[in-house]
């Protein structure tokens, strides 16, 4: 049980363009959520985080938004670029990765 | 500062060779974690230390897999006998601290990974 998840394996955004990433999570006790990013052949790079007392973050281009009534939570990047291509991951606090989504900013 | 650093960044082996897997955490970050990554999937939680304790082992896939962090601070992933589904990137983390409960409430610093192949 990943208790957080992601549902969409791909994202394709023209550059310029809004990107927004989801996901889902079903433990109520978590009241930390953290945003990676994933190039190939690296290591995951934190991202971005919010905790439970706010509903929205904002750091530069990347704004993450949680809705605790509905259990989600959502990355915003904008505009996107070319250089955000990865893959994105969204983790609870039992450290658990989903398969994450892979976006793809096209020029 | 200088980050987490994972070495080798590349290791072949014979399938039955033991193996070994080193990480240099941040200094100063007490909680550590192994993480193995399949190709497509996302990383997949091993295990981690917090100081030279290993509080959860939960992750390890067999009896052949054993971490250690001796003095709180390098960590050695050794697997033994290795099999070809062994074969994966495995991604070493570090945090500064850890939340109570088990819980994070800290981001984690990746390195780069050792990609190991197993013929």
């Known amino acids: 049980d990943q208790q957080v998840k992601q549902n969409s394996p791909s994202l394709s955004v023209q550059e310029g363009r809004i990107s927004i990433l989801n996901c889902d999570y079903t433990n109520s006790m978590f009241d930390y959520f953290l945003w990676y990013k994933k190039y190939p052949a690296e290591g995951p790079t934190f991202l971005i985080s919010?905790?439970?007392?706010?509903d929205k973050n904002e750091d530069g281009r990347f704004t993450v938004f949680l809705n605790k009534s509905a259990k989600h939570l959502s990355l915003h990047i904008v505009p996107s670029q070319p250089g955000d291509s990865a893959v994105y991951f969204c983790l609870g606090q039992n450290f658990v990765f989903g398969p994450g989504t892979r976006l793809s900013v096209l020029p | 500062g200088a980050g987490v650093s994972q070495s080798p960044r590349y290791k072949v082996a014979k399938r039955g060779q033991d193996v070994a897997l080193r990480c240099d955490p941040i200094s100063g970050h007490v909680s550590l974690f192994w993480y193995q990554q399949a190709l497509g999937q996302g990383p997949e939680f091993l295990t981690y230390f917090q100081n030279e304790a290993q509080l959860d082992k939960s992750g390890l896939p067999s009896d052949r897999f054993f971490a250690e962090r001796p003095e709180g601070s390098v960590s050695t992933l050794k697997i033994q006998r290795t099999q070809q589904e062994d074969s994966a990137v495995y991604l070493c983390?570090?945090?500064?601290?850890f939340g109570t409960g088990g819980l994070l409430d800290q981001p984690q610093h990746f390195g780069d990974g050792t990609r190991l192949s197993i013929l």
């Open positions: 919010i905790s439970s007392i706010k």
């Open positions: 983390a570090s945090s500064f601290s």
